[in-house]
């Protein structure tokens, strides 16, 4: 199942570097630090004018936070989500829809 996992990170990575023109715009870097990570994240992800979203948002990182904090991404995991996650932030990719999309298929994953 790791395995799996694993393959599908690598397969979103390189369709987030390769699907577009690359750019290099610098943006503010997000924490290495796994818990100041995921509240970052779930900054970005609440902070929406669309209540609609917020409350989208707010179900969905209730059900992330679980797996995210008990261990079920290993550091590797943890390290290429938010490589693809800078990638997304380095291309000024909307939050609504692409990184909340994101992390809901993270989400799916970690919950099979």
Known sequence: MRRWL???LFLLSFMVVFSG???AQETDSLS?????????ISDILLNTPSKLNQAKSQGLLFRLDTEWSQGRFNKDEKD??????EIMRGRKLKTYPYLYKYIHALTLLAES
């Open 80 to 85: 290429a989500i938010r490589h693809i996650i």
């Open 32 to 40: 290495r630090n796994s818990e100041i990570f995921y509240k970052q």
């Open 6 to 8: 694993t393959t599908v």
């Open 21 to 23: 023109r690359l750019d």
